[in-house]
């Protein structure tokens, strides 16, 4: 079985078109694993998701931000992260986190958007 397959929201499941949606598709998948979800790459994952939970204080943002440009661009080799930005949204309690890339090594030199929420629960 290859990897990374795309969930198509029906249930299904198929592979990546081309490289900018397996990029894409890998990109993701970071996003949303908790590090330690799965037992054999126990560090991979997005790190922010482990420090949402402290209150909302100056500084915080950039703490997400540096993390998620880290985990993407040390688990997915052809994904340069141009810009994160992570804002703290009040009324729902969570982080909505922005990430543009590019993969120039790729061709794809327009970046790409990945969106993503960390936190939430009220």
């Not at 993701?28 to 909302?56: K, M, Q, S, W, Y």
Request: hydrophobic share 40%; with cysteine; glycine share 10%.
């Amino acid at each position: 079985m290859q990897y990374p397959l795309v969930h198509m929201g029906d249930g299904a499941f198929a592979y990546p078109v081309n490289e900018i949606d397996e990029i894409a598709s890998v990109i993701r998948c970071i996003l949303t694993t908790i590090p330690g979800e799965h037992p054999r790459l126990p560090d991979f994952g997005n790190h922010a998701a482990l420090v949402v939970f402290r209150n909302p204080v100056p500084g915080l943002e950039s703490t997400i931000t540096g993390l998620v440009k880290r985990d993407i661009e040390g688990w997915e080799p052809r994904a340069k992260v141009e810009e994160v930005t992570a804002v703290y949204d009040y009324d729902q309690a969570m982080y909505r986190v922005q990430v543009l890339w590019s993969a120039p090594g790729s061709g794809i030199k327009e970046p790409q958007e990945a969106t993503t929420t960390l936190g939430g629960g009220v």
